[in-house]
């Protein structure tokens, strides 16, 4: 809260609407906002941070963030229209800044009647460097991820379909209390050259890789990691496949520790007082991709990366045209793939954390080919 | 996919981008994208649409739309960014109908960079008239609902906690082949006071109200049910508290039957040529609130009611500012709810769709008090 006070007088406004739920979370701790519809907005102000909702949310969130008197509850009614609410704040709040990724033109338009509204860059990218206490939360989870992990690979016999092993897949991660972070993806044969195959009724047949991406949500925060796994002997084509993706997903990682370590070398050498060697995402994705491409298989279609945290999906982005820099603190994926239309695929998907000298892996399953 | 292009002239727009996840859903029936972040377009004009999307998507969506020759694929990759699609189109393309609920503000100003953007209002309210096997495909979920709240019942014993049912329930439906349409609300005691009660660990004891918030997703289309309990014997101003609810909602039905009937008759009268009874959704919502705040209990914290089918919550509204008129094909809940903090709260919400000459309950759970 306090670093978004520091950024009202540097961006000339009055207020910071926080809107985006992953960012309400983050500011109040409160999770109990949709994400399929606008239900409350957080307006922070130099003295004073207001939460608008309505009556299905007031009883909730006084429990939790009301106990602080720099905190008012500003609740929609039938009479107390939201738009009656802008109309008092403006009187004291003329400038506001948005997150221009979440407000809708609609939205904007309506704010428009009662504030200058103006994009905040700071409400995009407030959640990208991670707190020890988030680490530990997103660990916990690729803890859980990698006990299911495991459990599944028992599950996996003849016949059964890519919806039964996601279903076994979602209990397990529920029964210890957790949820899963996202719909799992379990893509048997040729269904896994589709790197978001929508989960189905297809069967398990022998001779066939099976692509497993899933995650776990563990006190708000995110996993995400991807195995690619092998019914019976694994051919030779498979094999290939299996050995340059994974070597694809070394040579990123062992840049990522290079670059870490040189860091920490200089930084010993000159006492700290040397620039840091900055690690450009877009250096990342390209070891991974051109490693991919040199073998001769097509490039991989998505990022080789992302961030992750409250969202599945957050920065920093490792892609070919990100701007991002990778800093200490930063969370997110390595997760090269090779997929073949009418053949299959293969991903193979870990979380890291950089931190201050080194690369730390989150997720710990085997990466070795495993053919069951 | 029609009615878009018949508007397109009428609006003065050389073509529609379709952007929310529901509506891609409708016209396409590829339901793979994400909610949670912007991962396609659909780009209608009149003689081609363009399904904008990238590598992830590619495979899946010519399987299955990409059959007609009306379609083109415009893949998002590295080298062919979005901005170098939107210009290309743009040498035909100039003036597009947003859906100014869905576009953000960021992305509007992208858009402008290569189109004039404009409102199409009619993408709000496409859905929002259901056609026969929209309905056949809600009531299918509805009756898994009916089933699932059935079995739940068995589970309520001394000590379990909401999170525990919330599980069960979700496994019943998973095992029928389908999905919750939303995170079950399940809330013990006091906590159904909150109409939005985050699940918890709360363990379930004797005297205690038991609010179970749930739905079922079949083939791409929601129900939504609540239904209010009680654990061991209900105390009188628990009955009291129910029976206000139960006769709200008895009120709004016996309305929207009345409307209907005096409607068909007016129509059987003059052969159809009478001017319908406009059914106003807020003279709806009247009713039941009126009937609660009568009876000397708060207001509903919340509208009456909301369409339902693609998404959990659409249109219509049934609120007391809502101007939404109720129209034959409409599929909404009824679902009015007393809420007194540190008591508790009585919850009764089923789904019905509104035939040309009757009211059809698309719910059929017992709404009797029960008493396990």
Known sequence: MDKIKNKLAENKIDAALVSSVPNIIYLTGYSGFSYFEREAFL???????????????????????LSSPKYELLEITSQNTIDKIFKKLSARIKKVGIEENDITVA????????????????????????????????????????KAFDFILKKLKAGVTEKQIAFELEMFIKKTGSDPSFPSIVAFGKNSSMPHHITSNSKLITHNPILLDFGVRFDNYCSDMTRTVFFG????????????????????????????????????????????????????????????????????PHSLGHGIGIKVH???????????????????????????????????????????????????????????
């Open 107 to 146: 939205e904007n338009r309506r704010l428009k009647k009662y504030f200058k509204t103006k994009p905040l860059k700071d409400l995009q990218t407030l959640r990208v460097i991670k707190d020890q206490s988030e680490i530990s939360k997103i660990e916990k989870a690729c803890k859980i991820g990698d």
């Open 233 to 300: 002997k694994a051919d030779d084509k498979f094999k290939k496949i299996y050995q340059t993706v994974l070597n694809a997903q070394e040579k990123a990682i062992n840049l990522l520790n290079n670059k870490c370590h040189s860091e920490r070398s200089e930084e010993s050498r000159s006492f700290g007082l040397l620039p840091q060697d900055d690690i450009k995402a877009s250096d990342v994705d390209k070891v991974a991709r051109s490693h991919i491409i040199d073998h001769g298989f097509p490039t991989i």
């Open 314 to 372: 957050e920065g920093p982005r490792l892609s070919p045209k990100s701007k991002d820099i990778l800093k200490p603190g930063m969370v997110f994926s390595i997760e090269p793939g090779i997929y073949l239309p009418g053949y299959g695929g293969v991903r193979i998907e870990d979380l890291v954390v950089l931190e201050k000298s080194k690369l730390k892996l989150l997720t710990h399953s085997p990466k070795q080919i495993i053919e069951i």
């Open 43 to 65: 307006l922070i102000s130099k003295n004073k941070s207001y939460l608008i909702t309505d009556g299905r949310y007031s009883e909730a969130v006084s429990n939790i963030i």
